[in-house]
């Protein structure tokens, strides 16, 4: 009866002055909202640390709104039949009304103070102006809807509340979970019904793109253009994000090598601003170069497993794995170690060919080359030994080149200078060796270049690091060979 009395009394003078500046206020509202992106534009640069605070708890006010503005079509058709559900409504649309200002509010400070600027970012925040205008004329358009007068009106601005809500909704989760997600499990059917759901624009697992254009872009643009960091709102993370582009549109054209944005600026003098990549990075190699040219020139597909003109030799394969015995009757032996030591000797797996981990994560300041050599007994049977931040010193090579199944060997961390690696030379299965934050040079690891199957060397914060890489890992591998 309430919302019946308040109807009637619109209809006298105080009540129609009333109307009126409420239509006044939210044309206000709706002014202002339209305008915020032109009067506090996002530039692309962070701004005050109060501002990124305050809107990282957009995502938990974000929730408000949208639960709200779900209940209330359930209220209005129940209040059909129910008395009191009429009125109920009426205070959630209210709320919800409070909610999106709140919530747009604090989005708009995430993206404003972080100058995330990215095509997103920018579609998810037109989306919540429109929702908030949207509820903030169904506010307006509800009397009158209760009353008789615009039947239609009000149901019409609420679905279409709805239907942005929901593009909205797919818009910041896309953002957080990438752009299919809330494609990604769509049923079949409706997949049709949506062009860019089919995932025709996803890269295969066995693609150009996916073993070797991907690659270069991880290892050389990612931490400017990927998901933590997205300068110029460019990500390159992603195949799908890389066709869209960026702030300045398209960075790849299709068969247009020479208008691709991202060709132009690899390709740049090093001394041109806009060179990429930037902040000091090296350029690429000119074969990666001439792939990227070459792919983009043949059509920038995702699924093309090749392209003409581009020869890319494959990786040699690692070796495959050698069983190393049956450890079974060494158990009580090895629980011992455990218990003794505080080092652990973890089985591969339920198979005991599978070989045994040395694990010294628990004890690693006090494992040093005495201890190490205690396990020189369980030698053909240890496949993997992490060493890393423990007290070995040189003189442990002596004992590790009699683990003669050993796969994998971390000595990071610790205060090896690489005197003695000559003695891992015999360790033919040894396929992965971190010396990353050691003291070893290029002269000490030089002896490792006639291990044939070690294919992974980390030699990053030591005096034998590459200079001037983008993956210290693989150029380190390359001299040592």
Request: with cysteine.
């Amino acid at each position: 009866m309430e919302e019946t009395a308040d109807v009637s009394e619109s209809q006298t003078p105080s009540g129609i002055r009333h109307e009126r500046i409420k239509r006044l206020v939210a044309l206000v509202i709706a002014a202002e909202l339209l305008l915020l992106p032109w009067v506090m534009r996002i530039d692309g640069k962070p701004h005050a640390d109060w501002e990124q605070f305050l809107g990282r708890f957009h995502p938990l006010a974000v929730h408000l709104p949208i639960g709200l503005l779900v209940l209330l079509p359930i209220l209005e058709i129940a209040g059909a039949s129910r008395a009191g559900l009429r009125e109920a409504a009426g205070f959630v649309l209210g709320l919800a009304l409070a909610a999106c200002l709140l919530a747009l509010t604090l989005g708009y400070l995430l993206a404003y103070g972080s100058g995330d600027a990215g095509p997103g970012v920018v579609r998810h925040m037109w989306g919540g102006i429109a929702v908030t205008i949207g509820v903030l004329a169904c506010v307006l358009a509800r009397p009158h809807w209760l009353s008789g007068e615009g039947l239609r009106a009000y149901p019409a601005l609420l679905t279409l509340v709805l239907l942005t809500l929901v593009w909205t909704a797919h818009q910041g989760g896309s953002l957080t979970y990438g752009s299919n997600y809330l494609t990604e499990y769509m049923p079949a059917p409706l997949k049709r019904l949506l062009p860019n759901a089919t995932g025709s624009g996803t890269a295969t697992a066995n693609s150009l793109y996916t073993l070797h254009i991907h690659p270069i872009f991880d290892a050389n643009c990612v931490s400017c253009h990927g998901e933590s960091k997205t300068q110029g709102g460019l990500r390159l993370d992603s195949y799908d994000s890389l066709m869209r582009g960026g702030k300045d549109g398209a960075v790849i054209l299709a068969g247009n090598p020479t208008g691709s944005l991202l060709l132009q600026r690899i390709t740049l003098p090093q001394t041109d601003k806009h060179f990429m990549p930037a902040e000091g990075r090296p350029p690429l190699k000119p074969e990666e170069i001439a792939w990227i040219k070459a792919w983009i020139q043949q059509g920038a597909s995702p699924t093309a497993t090749s392209v003409a003109g581009v020869s890319i030799a494959q990786r040699p394969q690692d070796p495959p794995l050698k069983p190393v015995g049956d450890y079974s009757s060494m158990m009580p032996e090895i629980l011992q170690m455990a218990h003794g030591q505080g080092a652990k000797l973890v089985p591969v797996s339920s198979k005991p060919s599978d070989g045994l981990i040395l694990n010294t994560v628990d004890v690693a300041s006090s494992f040093g080359d005495a201890q190490l050599a205690q396990f020189q007994k369980f030698a053909p049977f240890i496949v993997e030994a992490d060493l890393g931040r423990t007290a070995v010193t040189d003189a442990s090579f002596n004992t590790l080149a009699q683990f003669t199944h050993l796969r994998a060997l971390h000595l990071e961390g610790t205060g090896i200078t690489g005197a003695g690696l000559a003695k891992l030379a015999p360790l033919t299965d040894l396929v992965y060796l971190n010396l990353s934050g050691t003291k070893v040079t290029a002269a000490s690891i030089a002896p490792l270049a006639s291990m044939k199957n070690l294919r992974h060397i980390y030699l990053f914060n030591t005096p034998a690091q590459p200079a001037a890489t983008g993956d210290a890992t693989q150029q380190a591998a390359k001299d040592a060979r």
